[in-house]
């Protein structure tokens, strides 16, 4: 039996852009992969894997700096015409109705106004917002605005539908609700669209929608893993079957690879997660209230979260020494012990000693004030070294949870009206790092 026919294909793809300091910052890095017709394709990956960037070079919106991409054999130079997309901030023209919204695509592809119309309305209440053609954006929820970017995507009939985390800005019972028909009619016949590839940084979503869960790690972006759902629709989040998927593609999306060196300990290779001291803390303080040990999935139902919600914290409370993660188990060690146990100035000196050991930026915040004439130092020096690294958003929110973590170890404190970064004379740094 011959496998589905590939629409688009991505053969040793590359892409890098130019940092702040003129560098070289490579985001994607040697990416080969199919898209197949009667398939739904995830890509999933933390901040930073590339994600969004793969889904803008297979619609033709970035070219990559190396490698190539096909449409159908034929190779792809501008727009990919075969794709639509739909995206996270809806992206609407406000000045329009959804009607006209919808027609947009058509518009630019010069088909005539009657036959636009005839197709926009159909769209239209195929994504269930008959009713509401006339009406602006302003006048719609947030879920009614993403049917008129499904509407506005899906009226183009394209073979590959790409959708940038669709369901992330919406709330919670209303993604649900979208996503639930969303396979509904991707179950039924006529669907105008042969395959679709989905962005999202949330597992189960991934294992909800996908019959492929592509796994990207991170530092350039790159394909880990490739996972095969293989779970009947609809899929029930409760059973054994979806939840051994989502520990499994957890583990894959957190362990390091096998046969890979651990990373050096630099700011730019070890990023600090994005998590305050407080929600860190407060995650080792539930875990510890647990005996020691905490399964993640379970523990994020308890708290009515998403597993990924709860990852930035647990990715910080490991990188401390606090919990060690092993698939989706969480298990106290004894420093993460030591510290809820602690009073509140005892536990400020343990996080001191733990973040100076294993944080990298906070060790180098710590040792280039420590070394600079007056125990201060403008934070625009840091932002420039972290920018040869990080993207400029990325860059200031390193820094950011790094000044955190080092005021409340009483490290360091931060003058914003000045602009500098100042050390506490009171905790000179550790010998030796």
């Known amino acids: 039996m011959s496998r589905p026919e590939v629409l688009v294909s991505l053969e040793h793809v590359s892409k890098s852009f130019t940092g702040a300091g003129g560098d070289e910052l490579r985001v994607l890095d040697d990416i080969s992969l199919d898209l197949r017709a009667g398939e739904i394709v995830a890509l999933l990956g933390r901040s930073g894997s590339g994600k969004s960037t793969l889904l803008r070079t297979i619609a033709g919106l970035i070219g ?44 630019a592809r010069g088909v005539p106004p009657a036959r636009r ?8 209440d195929l994504i269930g917002l008959d009713g509401f053609e006339s009406a602006y954006p302003k006048e719609l929820s947030g879920g009614m605005r993403q049917r008129v970017g499904f509407a506005r995507a ?43 590839c989905v962005v999202t940084h949330n597992i189960e979503e991934a ?23 293989g779970l009947a629709r609809p899929r029930d989040r409760k059973a054994p079957a979806f939840t051994a998927l989502v ?28 998590a305050s001291v407080g929600g860190l803390a407060g995650l080792v303080e539930i875990v510890h209230a647990r005996g020691g040990q ?10 009515s979260f998403e597993v990924d919600d709860l990852l930035p914290l647990v990715d910080a409370a490991a990188l401390l020494g606090f919990l060690v993660v092993t698939g989706a188990d969480l298990h106290l060690t004894p420093a993460g012990e030591t510290f809820t146990a602690a009073d509140i100035q005892q536990s400020k000196k343990i996080f001191a000693e733990q973040a100076r050991r294993h944080a990298p930026l906070v060790r180098t915040l710590d040792r280039a004030l420590a070394a600079s004439k007056d125990g201060a130092l403008r934070v ?3 932002q420039d070294l972290l920018r040869r690294g990080f993207s400029r958003d990325d860059s200031e929110r390193q820094l950011a949870t790094a000044i955190d973590w080092g005021r409340y170890a009483e490290l360091f404190d931060y003058d914003a009206g000045a602009g500098k970064i100042t050390h506490d004379v009171s905790h000179p740094p550790a010998a030796g790092g």
Do not use: C
């Open 64 to 107: 990559p700096t190396e490698g190539t991409v096909h449409y159908r054999g034929a190779e792809v130079n501008g727009a990919n015409p075969g794709t639509a997309m739909v995206f996270q901030t809806f992206a609407l023209m406000p000045w329009l109705t959804v009607q006209d919204n919808v027609e947009l695509g058509l518009a």
């Open 117 to 124: 119309r005839e197709r926009a309305l159909a769209a239209i």
């Open 154 to 196: 899906l009226v183009l009939e394209p073979d590959l539908l790409l959708m940038d985390e669709p369901f992330s800005a919406l709330d919670v019972l209303t993604a649900e609700n979208l996503r639930t028909e969303l396979m509904g009619l991707w179950q039924q016949d006529g669907f105008p669209t042969k395959a679709i």
């Open 207 to 229: 294992v909800l929608l996908a019959d492929r869960v592509l796994v990207l790690g991170s530092g350039p972006g790159h394909l880990r893993a490739e996972v095969t759902v």
């Open 247 to 274: 520990e499994r593609i957890y583990d894959l999306l957190t362990g390091r690879e096998p046969g890979t060196v651990a990373a050096e300990p630099t700011p730019t290779a070890t990023p600090l997660p994005d």
């Open 294 to 303: 905490a399964d993640l999935p379970a523990l994020a139902a308890e708290l």
């Open 380 to 382: 625009s020096f840091f």
